[in-house]
């Protein structure tokens, strides 16, 4: 069995532990799974398959994503069970306050506060944002070397980087950040579905196993099943959030969505599902698992 051990003083503290397992599970899953996400890219593309590079340099790119991982899932932890603890923190206070006889002026047990599954929406849902500081810049780099539109993601940053001379600074913040609406649009509804479906996963697993700890184990499989759920829900907003960011010139949303409707109809939004929820169903289980098994190594047992 599985359980918490203590863990030396300098990441007694929650914040320092989900930024090292965030940060770790991070990493683990953008490397393991790289060569489903390039051919992932590569379908969605509208350059088409074998003309983005086909089944060939499967791993280029991958500088970004060794750059990216860490600080974005960190992000991402780190804020998800900051907002977590909060509200929980509220929770609790609220049902003392209710056991003592007192009025509790506040949501009520209908609001966020009184609702776990809408306390973990909010969660990952502002994980999600926190994330995308760094998640975009790094997706817009590794996208464009996994189309051949560069030769490597130095290569990439480098072209996008060198924009500032002929059009200004303000030209390189909106290329390294092309895309962001929708992958917000994109990454809010897939955590939105998939985080409350594996928190009530892991809570149905913690009564079954009778001693309250949920093992890495347990969360890899429970993380795949959520995951392998949000990604198929979600596939349409990932194919406009590739499509965007590979773009040569800046469309909006609205615009693309019609141009992909009129060239290649409603099928193109549903490109490369299998490889992305085959992709996100065991990214899930390396990220989710490795995530609950370094916080438990830590001594958190989230």
Not at 20 to 45: E, N
Not at 72 to 93: H, I, N, P, S
Not at 154 to 168: D, E, K, M, P, V
Not at 281 to 295: E, N, R, T, V
Request: a positive charge; proline letters at 4%; glycine letters at 12%.
């Amino acid at each position: 069995m599985q359980s918490p051990v203590h863990p030396p003083a300098w990441v007694e503290s929650p914040y320092i532990r989900s930024l090292l397992a965030g940060g770790l599970a991070g990493t683990s899953v953008d490397l393991s799974l790289y060569p489903i996400d390039t051919l992932k890219t590569r379908l969605q593309s509208s350059a088409g398959f074998a003309a983005s590079g086909g089944f060939k340099g499967v791993y280029r790119g991958v500088g970004s994503a060794v750059v990216g991982s860490a600080p974005g899932a960190a992000l991402f932890f780190v804020t998800y069970d900051g907002v977590k603890r909060f509200f929980a923190a509220r929770e609790q206070a609220r049902t003392l306050r209710t056991a003592d006889g007192r009025k509790y002026k506040g949501q009520g047990s209908g609001g966020v506060l009184g609702n776990e599954a809408l306390g973990h929406m909010l969660a990952a849902s502002l994980g999600e944002v926190a994330a995308c500081a760094v998640r975009v810049p790094t997706e817009v780099v590794k996208q464009r070397a996994q189309a051949l539109q560069h030769p490597s993601s130095l290569s990439a940053l480098t072209h996008i980087l060198s924009l500032r001379h002929t059009h200004g600074l303000a030209t390189v913040w909106a290329e390294l950040y092309r895309g962001w609406g929708i992958t917000i649009m994109r990454e809010v509804p897939f955590t939105v579905i998939q985080f409350p479906l594996w928190e009530a996963l892991r809570s149905w697993r913690r009564q079954q196993r009778g001693d309250g700890i949920v093992s890495g184990t347990d969360s890899a499989v429970l993380g795949a099943a959520s995951g392998a759920v949000a990604a198929g829900f979600t596939t349409p907003l990932d194919v406009l959030k590739t499509r965007m960011m590979l773009s040569r010139e800046k469309v909006g949303a609205g615009a693309l969505m019609a141009r992909i409707l009129r060239e290649n109809g409603p099928s193109a939004f549903f490109a490369g599902i299998g490889p992305r929820i085959f992709w996100i169903s065991a990214g899930g289980a390396i990220f989710l698992g490795s995530y609950q098994w370094a916080s438990n190594v830590l001594g958190g047992a989230a």
